[in-house]
């Protein structure tokens, strides 16, 4: 990692009109996300289903439409450039869908998916030059390059994951926003997978987001750790930092769940066993006061915004840590 920032995202709102009881409202999925990225590193994303952490990473595809905020891609910000300007700098970041059987059209080859961003944007010289590159990336994530005139319904969930990664690594983006890659896949080839996303990582100098509910993966894949809880970031900070000392309550909960072989390993702390409040409630305060068993009456009323905490460059929204 060479800490030159690559990415920046600034303040991103992102809401929905969702109907219910006869009305429309918006609900916040990402509010207020501010986050950077670093040349070379790997930020892990995380937090609960339904936290907003998806949206994040859509967003900043602009797969979903922000409502306000920037996201600056070596210094030009990406929601407002538009055509062509748009479309080559989007061809810098690609992502890694969760469901590889949805992400694929099941009515075009695995070679004519893989090829898709090099066909819009010209980036191959002949039909040769196209097979070739093709065949070469399928090899690069592990996949006999005779798949290539296969349907993604004859192919293996892993294998189409393997298809996902070479989609997105053709043409050579500079980033890759990995959502939930592993999650729709059996254990048995979780571990191939990731693995292969960290190879491609240094072989190919990638930076990464990768989103995830499970800590552990987390920790195992990321060099900064960023902790989402509906639609907000509660704590970030270097990986091995937050794993040895979570400091915001939420984290602690997150990293007690995660199982250990070793009882002694496991951090204080439990999931609480209530529900998230729901979206539709207006809440105000800190989100998690509901849930915390360390809200004071000032959380309920006051929301506590990020800042730094401790001697390290680790960023805290809680009032009561």
Known sequence: MTGTALLEVENLHTSFAVRRSGRTRRVAAVDGVSLSLADGEVLGLVGESG??????????????RPQSGRVMFRG??????????ERDLRLNIRMVFQD???????????GDSVAEAGDINRAFKDSADRRHRVEATLASVGLDPSLAARFPHELSGGQRQRVGIARAILPTPSIIIADEPVSALDV????????????LREKLGLSMIFISHDLGVIGHV????????????????????ILARPAHPYTKALLAAVPQPDASLRIAGAMPASEPPSQFAALDGCAYAPRCPLASERCRIETPQL????QTQRLLACHNV
């Open 51 to 64: 936290c907003g952490k998806t949206t994040v990473g859509r967003s900043i595809m602009h797969l979903a």
């Open 76 to 85: 030009v910000d990406l929601l407002a450039a538009r055509g062509m300007r």
């Open 100 to 110: 590889p059987y949805a992400s694929l059209n099941p009515r075009r080859t695995i």
């Open 188 to 199: 048995s080839v979780q571990a191939q997978v990731v693995n292969l996303l960290m190879e």
């Open 222 to 241: 990321s060099d900064r750790i960023a902790v989402m809880y509906m639609g907000r970031i509660v704590e970030s900070g270097e990986t091995e930092a």
């Open 307 to 310: 800042r730094l905490w401790g």
